[in-house]
């Protein structure tokens, strides 16, 4: 369901997810949308995750109807919110606030994850310090004006991104993992990556990603990968 929520004068628009079919109360997960704004694809995320058991709140960082068509548009509302991280670090508190009120929520188990933009905004709110078990970045911006500092993060950091993305140099990646250094579990890095191009033709399959069931995707896909990843840092492996 959508739930309306305040930031001060800001109205905000965040979408709730869960299974009726799951009783009693569960860990919460907030998804930060990418740098486009509150769209489909958090939504999407949300039910995922309320489908294996979470309940799933999809945040809105920008304020209600403030979703980008345009690459120019999303850059602004993005710069807008980085540029000002005490109300990124406000907002990001009102919808944990919002989740946490919910009766199918366990409270002290609370997660955050978060694509591009909001993967960014999720390593920020670990390094804040921010009460949350864990936090997953999906091909996220690594780099920080406030790196770690030892004993402030409480969160667990899962992040996942591709080896060859341009927008995350591998300087930013070494200097991450530099600053990540004392809270690393481990550390590994893949020499490649593929999505679900229509147009590729694997050869185990004999046939295009565009004919292959997402099931058998899921498998070999790096969105498989990452999927497997997040279950198996929030225990569901």
Not at 51 to 71: E, N, Q, R
Not at 151 to 176: H, I, M, S, T, Y
């Amino acid at each position: 369901k959508t739930i309306r929520y305040q930031d001060g004068d800001v109205e905000l628009q965040g979408y709730l997810a869960w299974d009726d079919a799951v009783e009693g109360r569960r860990p919460g997960v907030l998804v930060v949308h990418e740098w486009s704004g509150h769209n489909p694809y958090a939504r999407r995320r949300g039910e995922m995750l309320a489908g294996i058991g979470y309940t799933a709140f999809a945040l809105d960082m920008y304020g209600s109807g403030k979703l980008a068509d345009h690459p120019d548009d999303a850059k602004k509302f993005m710069k807008a919110v980085t540029s000002d991280m005490e109300t990124a670090e406000a907002r990001f508190d009102k919808a944990l606030e919002v989740l946490r009120g919910q009766d199918t929520v366990d409270a002290q188990r609370i997660a955050a994850i978060g694509y591009c933009f909001g993967g960014g905004m999720v390593l920020h709110m670990a390094r804040a310090g921010k009460d949350l078990d864990g936090v997953a970045s999906f091909h996220g911006s690594l780099g920080t004006q406030t790196p770690a500092e030892p004993g402030r993060v409480k969160a667990g950091v899962l992040v996942l991104n591709g080896a060859a993305d341009p927008f995350v140099p591998v300087e930013q990646v070494e200097a991450f993992e530099k600053e990540m250094q004392a809270f690393i579990a481990e550390a590994v890095r893949a020499p490649n990556a593929f999505g679900y191009d229509p147009l590729f033709l694997y050869p185990p399959f004999g046939k295009t990603f565009g004919e292959v069931p997402r099931e058998e995707k899921d498998g070999v896909s790096h969105r498989g990968k990452a999927l497997r990843a997040l279950l198996a840092a929030f225990g569901q492996a």
